[in-house]
C-alpha cells in the first residue's frame, strides 16, 4: 500500500473498530457520527438495505436494538485505496455478540467506500454479507424491497465516468452470461490490489482471479435479459465506484434463472482507462434467504 493509504487506514481502522464494536453493543451512536451527513449515502447491508441519510438513520437505530453484550469485534483489511476524495477498504468482520437474546459468533464479507469532507473521512457506502461458505444467517432478516431512500444527482465528474464505463460493465456481464469471459478480463486491474467477494466465490489478486472468471463463464449458457440499475455513484482522482443492482435472466448451471444482485464496483484509473480492482455482489438478503 502507498503511505497514502497507510495514513488514511491508521486513521480509519480504529474509528471504524471502535464504532462497530459500540453497534454489536446495541449503540449506534458512533456509527452514525462515523457515516456522511451528506447523500449520495448507501448501505447494502447483511439483512437491511437503504440510501439516503434520511432513511439509514433509524434502520441504524434498528440494527443496534439487535444486539447487545459484545464480547469482541475484530477488523480484518485485505485490500485499500486512496485517490482524490475518495477511499475504499475491503475486509472481514469478525464478531462475538448477542443477537435478539441469542449468543451468536460469525463473520462478514465487508465493502466500505468514504469520502473526504472538510479534512475527516466519512463512509458513504457499506456493503456487507455472509461468506459464502456460511450456512446459516444469524440476523433477523431483511425487507423485499431493496431500496426506497433518496438517489441524487450526480457531478459532472461522475456522469462523464458513468458514460464511459457503463456500456463496458453492460457489455462485459451479457458477455459473461454467454460463457465468454473476454470482455471481463479485459476490464479488471491486472494490478493488485484487486478483490473479489462475489455471489459464489472469492478471490485476491490477479493470479487468483484469472481462473475463476474462467471457472465461473463455463457455468453460464446464455442470457435473455440484463438491466443494471445504478443506485449510486462517484469518481475522485484515480479511484471511483458504483453501488447498483444487477438484473438478469439467464442460464445458470442449465437452469433458466430471473435474479437481483445487488453489487459494488470500485475502479482505478491506469494509463487513462478506468479499470475494475474490486467487486461485491451478493443476492438482496430476501432473496438469498428463501
Same mark, same amino acid.
Given at each position: #500500500?502507498? %503511505? @497514502?493509504?497507510?495514513?488514511?487506514?491508521?486513521?480509519?481502522?480504529?474509528?471504524?473498530?471502535?464504532?462497530?464494536? *459500540?453497534?454489536?453493543d446495541?449503540? /449506534?451512536?458512533?456509527?452514525?457520527?462515523?457515516?456522511?451527513?451528506?447523500?449520495?449515502? %448507501?448501505?447494502?447491508g447483511?439483512?437491511?438495505?437503504?440510501?439516503? !441519510? /434520511?432513511?439509514?438513520e433509524?434502520?441504524?437505530?434498528?440494527?443496534?436494538?439487535?444486539?447487545?453484550?459484545?464480547?469482541?469485534?475484530?477488523?480484518?483489511?485485505? /485490500?485499500?485505496?486512496?485517490?482524490?476524495?475518495?477511499?475504499?477498504?475491503?475486509?472481514?468482520?469478525?464478531?462475538?455478540?448477542?443477537?435478539?437474546?441469542?449468543?451468536?459468533?460469525y463473520?462478514? !464479507?465487508?465493502?466500505?467506500?468514504?469520502?473526504? &469532507?472538510?479534512?475527516?473521512? !466519512? $463512509?458513504?457506502?457499506?456493503?456487507?454479507?455472509?461468506?459464502?461458505?456460511?450456512?446459516? +444467517?444469524?440476523?433477523?432478516?431483511?425487507?423485499?424491497?431493496? #431500496?426506497?431512500?433518496?438517489?441524487? +444527482?450526480?457531478?459532472? @465528474? %461522475? &456522469?462523464?465516468?458513468?458514460? =464511459?464505463?457503463?456500456?463496458?460493465?453492460?457489455?462485459?456481464?451479457?458477455?459473461?452470461?454467454?460463457?465468454?469471459?473476454?470482455?471481463? $478480463?479485459?476490464?479488471?486491474?491486472?494490478?493488485?490490489?484487486?478483490?473479489?467477494?462475489?455471489?459464489?466465490?472469492?478471490? +485476491?489478486?490477479?493470479?487468483?482471479? &484469472?481462473p475463476?472468471?474462467?471457472? =465461473?463463464a463455463? !457455468?453460464?449458457?446464455?442470457?435473455?435479459?440484463? =438491466?443494471? =440499475?445504478?443506485?449510486? /455513484?462517484?469518481?475522485?482522482?484515480?479511484?471511483?465506484?458504483?453501488?447498483?443492482?444487477?438484473?438478469?435472466? *439467464?442460464?445458470?448451471?442449465? +437452469?433458466?434463472?430471473d435474479?437481483?444482485?445487488?453489487?459494488?464496483?470500485?475502479?482505478?484509473?491506469?494509463?487513462?482507462?478506468?479499470?475494475?480492482?474490486?467487486?461485491?455482489?451478493?443476492?438482496?438478503?430476501?432473496?438469498?434467504?428463501?
Amino acid at each position: #500500500m502507498s %503511505t @497514502e493509504t497507510d495514513a488514511f487506514l491508521t486513521e480509519i481502522v480504529p474509528q471504524q473498530q471502535a464504532a462497530d464494536s *459500540a453497534i454489536h453493543d446495541g449503540d /449506534a451512536g458512533p456509527r452514525l457520527a462515523l457515516w456522511s451527513q451528506n447523500d449520495p449515502l %448507501t448501505l447494502f447491508g447483511a439483512s437491511l438495505s437503504g440510501s439516503g !441519510r /434520511a432513511e439509514l438513520e433509524p434502520m441504524f437505530h434498528n440494527v443496534a436494538s439487535w444486539f447487545s453484550h459484545s464480547d469482541s469485534f475484530d477488523l480484518e483489511i485485505i /485490500a485499500a485505496g486512496l485517490s482524490g476524495d475518495l477511499a475504499y477498504t475491503v475486509g472481514y468482520e469478525h464478531s462475538i455478540t448477542t443477537v435478539e437474546g441469542t449468543p451468536r459468533k460469525y463473520s462478514l !464479507r465487508v465493502t466500505h467506500v468514504y469520502r473526504r &469532507e472538510d479534512g475527516a473521512w !466519512r $463512509i458513504v457506502h457499506r456493503h456487507a454479507d455472509f461468506p459464502t461458505a456460511e450456512a446459516s +444467517v444469524p440476523l433477523p432478516p431483511g425487507r423485499a424491497d431493496p #431500496m426506497t431512500g433518496e438517489r441524487p +444527482v450526480m457531478v459532472k @465528474e %461522475t &456522469e462523464a465516468f458513468l458514460a =464511459e464505463i457503463l456500456p463496458k460493465q453492460r457489455d462485459m456481464t451479457v458477455a459473461l452470461h454467454k460463457g465468454d469471459v473476454t470482455a471481463r $478480463i479485459a476490464l479488471w486491474s491486472h494490478t493488485d490490489p484487486t478483490t473479489l467477494f462475489g455471489a459464489h466465490i472469492s478471490g +485476491v489478486g490477479w493470479n487468483d482471479l &484469472e481462473p475463476k472468471f474462467r471457472q =465461473e463463464a463455463r !457455468r453460464f449458457e446464455g442470457a435473455t435479459g440484463f =438491466e443494471f =440499475e445504478v443506485v449510486a /455513484a462517484a469518481a475522485s482522482g484515480s479511484l471511483a465506484y458504483i453501488v447498483g443492482l444487477e438484473h438478469s435472466h *439467464a442460464v445458470v448451471d442449465g +437452469v433458466p434463472a430471473d435474479y437481483t444482485m445487488r453489487t459494488t464496483h470500485v475502479y482505478r484509473r491506469e494509463d487513462g482507462a478506468w479499470r475494475i480492482v474490486h467487486r461485491h455482489s451478493d443476492l438482496i438478503p430476501v432473496q438469498r434467504s428463501r
